[in-house]
């Protein structure tokens, strides 16, 4: 398992109605993540988040603010702990599918992906580490809680090799 950079969020359930609205400004729960996003990313300048956490009850409720159909499924279940395995979660979680009546949706565009393409699809920016948020179930995690995190590149023994031109001073 990665190391995680993460921030947890906290809002409340009954601020939003049965389609995932807000009761007070009329705004989906997706729209509140895309704020939780923004706030990431201000907190972290260098970084976008890519996972999103929460437990089952906030998924349905981000699965009606972005008006879902009844036969989709938000959120890949987390089967080593309470952080994304990229290379076992998604191999279970395949198996799980071939007997799920719904399609699970593993993730939704980023609130940075803002180029669409011609069919109007949003545009993976991979110059800048823009990609879909990944919907991970943690069932651990607290009601009225997310928790968005972008992996790191472990506990600091990996280093990038970077060359930089200096140039040579010249005295007369």
Do not use: W
């Not at 705004?27 to 993540?33: A, G, K, S, T, Y």
């Not at 988040?49 to 989709?72: Q, R």
């Amino acid at each position: 398992m990665e190391r995680e950079i993460s921030e947890i969020y906290h809002f409340n359930h009954s601020d939003y109605d049965e389609k995932g609205r807000s009761i007070k400004d009329g705004l989906p729960f997706r729209e509140h993540v895309r704020d939780f996003e923004r706030d990431f990313h201000a907190r972290h300048s260098c970084e976008y988040a890519l996972n999103f956490y929460s437990n089952s009850k906030t998924m349905v409720l981000l699965e009606k603010s972005c008006d879902a159909a009844p036969f989709l499924s938000y959120g890949m279940d987390l089967t080593q702990g309470t952080t994304f395995d990229a290379e076992e979660d998604p191999r279970i979680n395949h198996e799980i599918d071939k007997h799920s009546k719904k399609i699970i949706v593993y993730g939704i565009d980023s609130a940075y992906m803002t180029e669409f393409d011609e069919y109007g699809y949003p545009i993976i920016d991979e110059n800048k580490a823009i990609f879909p948020l990944t919907l991970l179930v943690d069932n651990t995690m607290r009601d009225n809680e997310v928790r968005l995190a972008v992996p790191t590149l472990g506990g600091g023994d990996e280093t990038e090799e970077v060359n930089i031109d200096v140039p040579k001073p010249e005295y007369a």
